[in-house]
């Protein structure tokens, strides 16, 4: 079992950057494939990034590529994405979350655990 603990989220103007840091207790880290995801007020939770076990294999929705990247380091039990170009529908709560499979990283029913989550509010 793993727990994942987000830290990072903020508000920031548009246009601006943030760093979110997701940790994760246990010596197995490098097992899990980790994704981001992000849930706005009265949306459904969608897809933001994941990252394979290695770190070799990237994936991002659509509406971030470009502004957002998604890095991993297992020495230190750490994934972080690291967001640029915020913009106000980037406002979200933000969670990390990790499987043991690592396939269809991009699939939110595939994880098998979450963090809390961290909000991000970007202002116009």
């Known amino acids: 079992q793993v727990q994942l603990v987000e830290s990072g989220g903020g508000l920031v103007q548009a246009g601006g950057s943030l760093r979110l840091s997701c940790g994760a207790s246990g010596r197995t880290f490098s097992s899990y494939g980790m994704g981001w995801f992000r849930q706005a007020p009265g949306k459904e939770r969608e897809f933001v990034a994941a990252?394979?076990?290695?770190?070799?294999?990237?994936y991002y929705a659509d509406s971030v590529k470009g502004r957002f990247t998604i890095s991993r380091d297992n020495a230190k039990n750490t994934v972080c994405l690291q967001m640029n170009s915020l913009k106000p529908e980037d406002t979200a709560v933000y969670y990390c979350a990790a499987q043991l499979r690592d396939t269809y990283l991009t699939t939110k029913s595939r994880y098998d655990y979450w963090g809390q989550g961290t909000q991000v509010t970007v202002s116009s």
């Open positions: 990252i394979s076990r290695s770190g070799i294999y990237t």
